[in-house]
Structures are given as C-alpha cells and as structure tokens.
C-alpha cells in the first residue's frame, strides 16, 4: 500500500507537469494574435514583431531547462528525491501564478521571467523517474516505468482541454486566459500535500560527488563525440528541431488563418493526444514483433516530415482536412520517439545507459529551443512558413540516419 501511494505520488507530479506544458498550446496565440481580448503586445508591434516575441518566449524554457535538469538529477543524488522534488514542484506552482498575473497585467518581461523559473525548476520529472527507479523491482519496473508514458499521454490529452475551456469568457464570464494557469498552480500545491504526505525518502545511499554545474554542456559534447551515440543523435536533433519547427507556431496559425478558438485548438490537441497514445499502445508493440529499431526508424523519421508538409498545403477553406493528418502523424512521431531510445540503449554498454538517456535528454532540450527561437524569425516573414522548414529539417533528420548509422558496426541491433 505504502507504494501504491508513492508510485501515486510520483504519477501525479508527471501528470500535472505535463498537464502544464498542454495548457499552453491553446493560450499562446491568445497572446499575440490581434483579434484577441488577451493580447499582451502593444497595438504598436506588427504581427511578426509579436511571432518574433512568442519564438523566444517558447524557447526560454527548454533553454533553462536544458541547463537545470543535469543539475536537479545531481541534486537529488547527494539530498534525496522527496525534498528536490519538493521544491522543484513549489518553483513550478510560483511560476505559473506569475504568468497569469503577466497575462492580466501585459507584463512581457514577467512572462518571460515565470517561463524561465519553471524552466529552471523543472527537474520534477528527472527526479520522478529517479524515484521510479529506487522503489522497483527488476520484476516490476518495466510496469511501473510504465506509468510515466501513461502520465504522459493523459497531460498532453486534458492540458489543451482545460486550457482551452478555462480561458473562454462565453462559457464563464470570469474565465480569462489566466485561469488555466491558477488553475495548474492550485494542482501543483495539491501535488505537494501527495509528496509530503505519501511520498517516503527513496534514495537508500546518497551521492558525495560535487555538484557539476557544466554537466548540461558536457553532455552536448558526448552526443556528438561518442561512438554510437554519434550515428544516432545528428538525425534525433533534426527530428526534433523540425517538430518545434511545427508546433511552436501550429496553434497561431489554426487561430489566424483557420479562425479556431482557443478551445477549438485545446479539442484539437487533446485529439492529437489521444492519436499519440493509440499509437504507442497499439502500432509500437505490433511493429516491434516484426521490424528492427533502425529499420523503423529510417521510414518513420521520413513519414514525420511528409506529414508536417502536408500540413502546409491544407487551403484556407478546408480547414477538415486539419483532422486527416494526425493518425498518421502521431504514428511516425510515436515509432521515432520508442525506437529512437531503445536503439540508443542498444549502441551503449550496460554501465552507461543511463548516461546515454541524460545526454539524450539534454539534445532534445537544445534542439527544443534552439528551432523556437528560429521560427519566430520565419514566421516574421510567412506566418506558415515554420512548418514548411519544419518538415524540411525531419526530412533531413531522415537523410542523416540513412548516412550516419551503419548497422554492420553495432552486433546488438
């Protein structure tokens, strides 16, 4: 029982962090687009002055997040998992009452301010997948691992919802585009009275080694340096990038050019979700039993490109066509994302995977920020265009695998 709530615990601080990162698919553009009552620009900036602003905006976070995660993993190693975890989830609830109080005072400086902070305090989910580990069992972890990919899925399904419900004033006259996130600040000191109470200290034996503050950079340099990961992370960047390429500017461009309301883009996001989990459910266990990991990912990191493009060519007037793309989409995204780590697992010794899976991550924070930053630039120019070099970049990113990984060179794949 004493697990059962633990592994509770641990689900609820995954859940509701990713439930944070859904709210805010349907409030960007809410922020920037001018028939907005929630507009923060000033009426003095040009729509592409404020793509620029929202590019940065979405980039702060995986910037700060990229250099804080190594160092929460750390922190948890030398004073435990319940009180990292504690205070990583406590700067996340401040840092969204911060940005709706942005939001209702236009304060730009504090949106990027709180978008910083809960970048720097979002170690709760490297520290959750930590606790995972101490509390299982070499018979259990792959079912309590498990629980991550669901907390997964079920964020990125109810987040757009709920950020699109609770910020329509025609359905409540008080909801604005701030109450989602005092909505998420509430469930966050929620989530701390489940840590408190139910969550025991995981961590058996502390670590004694210094706190190692270039970790971020350094993990940059191996997953370009080192045999194996070399051949696999040049592809999983591109990949990467060309997504944030697409989804930094998706939500502005249904909002501008389809005319969705926010709530329309949190349904439709909740929708891709859903596509998502099906996928990983259903398509990833079948096309295991019969495929290898490289063989998948050389049509799959394709198929996410093609699928972006197609995106780009839907006329203004067929905005239906929207719904047909992502079955397939949330199918190539799915197959790249599970065959991409279990192919990283296989190019490196047993001793070292966990490393592997933190340089994994740190690339994936990088090429998050980076493309954000990027595609406001582009949008400045065509408000569509970032999806167009988006499915340009994964289709590169296929390219790449195709040339860099050699499965003769690696025995175990």
């Excluded at 008080?174 to 989602?180: E, K, L, Q, R």
């Excluded at 349904?267 to 099906?278: C, Q």
């Excluded at 065959?339 to 995977?353: D, K, S």
Aim: hydrophobic content about 50%; some cysteine; overall charge positive.
């Amino acid at each position: 029982m004493n697990q059962n709530r633990a592994l509770f615990s641990i689900f609820l601080t995954i859940f509701i962090a990713l439930l944070g990162v859904g709210v805010l698919i349907p409030i960007y553009p809410l922020l920037v687009v001018s028939h907005s009552p929630f507009r923060v620009i000033p009426d003095s900036w040009s729509s592409g002055s404020g793509l620029l602003m929202l590019g940065w905006l979405s980039a702060s976070f995986p910037m700060a997040q990229f250099i804080s995660s190594p160092i929460w993993g750390q922190l948890s190693d030398k004073f435990g998992r319940k009180r990292t975890m504690l205070l990583s989830v406590f700067g996340t609830s401040i840092s969204y009452l911060l940005f709706a109080i942005a939001i209702i005072y236009k304060n730009i400086p504090l949106l990027f301010f709180s978008r910083i902070m809960d970048g720097c305090a979002g170690g709760n989910i490297a520290i959750a997948q930590a606790a995972i580990a101490d509390i299982s069992t070499p018979q259990n972890r792959a079912k309590n691992f498990g629980l991550i990919g669901m907390a997964f899925g079920l964020g990125f399904i109810i987040g757009p919802v709920i950020g699109g419900v609770f910020s329509n004033h025609n359905l409540v006259s008080w909801f604005n585009a701030a109450t989602p996130f005092y909505f998420i600040a509430g469930l966050c000191f929620f989530n701390m009275f489940f840590i408190i109470k139910f969550l025991p200290e995981t961590l058996k034996i502390r670590s004694e080694k210094r706190i190692n503050i270039t970790k971020p950079l350094h993990n940059i340099a191996m997953a370009f340096s080192k045999p194996g990961l070399r051949n696999i992370m040049p592809a999983i960047f591109l990949f990467n990038g060309g997504f944030t390429f697409f989804s930094t500017f998706c939500a502005v461009i249904m909002a501008s050019k389809y005319h969705f309301t926010q709530t329309a883009i949190g349904n439709y996001f909740a929708y891709v979700g859903v596509m998502i989990v099906l996928s990983q459910g259903i398509l990833v266990r079948r096309i295991a039993k019969v495929a290898k990991d490289y063989q998948v990912l050389r049509f799959s990191l394709f198929g996410t490109g093609i699928c972006l493009m197609a995106y780009f060519f839907i006329p203004t007037g067929s905005y239906y066509l929207l719904y047909v793309i992502p079955p397939f989409l949330a199918g190539c995204n799915a197959l790249t994302m599970s065959f991409n780590g279990a192919l990283i697992t296989r190019v490196t010794p047993e001793n070292m995977r966990g490393e592997a899976m933190g340089i994994n991550s740190s690339v994936m924070a990088m090429s998050w920020a980076i493309p954000a930053i990027i595609s406001g630039y582009i949008a400045s120019i065509g408000e569509t265009l970032p999806i167009l070099v988006g499915s340009i970049v994964c289709i590169s990113g296929g390219v790449c695998f195709w040339l860099m990984f050699n499965p003769k060179q690696f025995p175990n794949v």
